[in-house]
């Protein structure tokens, strides 16, 4: 396993790069108010044989968290700066909300490096700037317990074991990088991009999850013909935190569906 950084003119992004070198190669990108560790018990239950490169998000886990506001377009820079440090040709990227939104930018931007998408609970748009603007203004009025209820309430389908430990990690994430990744959301609008997407893609939905309800997940991945859309049943927004069982058995079957594994 190698940890390092890709740099970028503003920021430097902390990167994890582990499996199998010479393996296909998978790109996890995280969601508002998580990190690379989004995806730990999801990673575990892969196949020894690929190649896993996570990284943090600007102005979250360990990457520099330069000052709001953040654009869709810096973000997908970001990501396809990662590719370029781990040398990587082609992958197949996994993105779970924001994380997924830079996801259809980047396919959309340099489908040559896109092997195949999973959009996971995510949409083409995500909530009414106003909403955003709230949110920043709790975060910049309380820090993040300002928004933290909320948020869980979103994450989590109720009775999840782990929320007060999820709750433990989204109190320690930066106050001014979430605000750069919601002012990223607020501005987004991803239909015109990802309407000409053409590759191989597998959308997840998860059947609780109040932030990209089912239908708002199913409506995106419809635009990219012949998407297979999958809802996990009982798991809320981070269905890769609560049932990474099934998660990794949908990726992986989608990975050995499109001849990337
Ligand atoms: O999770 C994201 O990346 C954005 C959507 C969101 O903010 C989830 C939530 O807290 O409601």
Known sequence: MEEKVAKRHDAELFLRDEGSADGPVV?????????????????????????VIRFDMRGHGRSS????PYTMGALIVDAEAVLDACGV????????????MVAQGLAAKRLDLVR??????????????DLWQERIAAVEAHGMVGVADGVLDRWFAPGFAGRDAWRD???????????????AIARADMISPT???RLPTLGIAGSEDAAS????????VDLIPGARFEIMRGVGHLPCVEDPETYAALLTGFLREIGHL
């Open 27 to 51: 790109l996890f990108l995280n969601s508002l108010g998580t990190d690379l560790g989004l995806w730990d018990e999801v990673v575990a239950r892969l196949p020894d044989d690929l190649r």
């Open 195 to 197: 309407s000409g997407l």
């Open 65 to 68: 968290v330069p000052e709001p």
């Open 116 to 129: 195949g998408l999973v959009l996971s609970n995510t949409a083409v748009k995500m909530g009414h700037p």
């Open 169 to 183: 990690r989204l109190l320690d994430a930066s106050s001014k990088g979430y605000i750069g990744g919601c002012t």
């Open 89 to 100: 040709e082609q992958a197949v990227l996994v993105g779970l909300s924001l994380g997924g």
């Open 213 to 220: 309800p089912p239908d708002l997940v199913k409506e995106t």
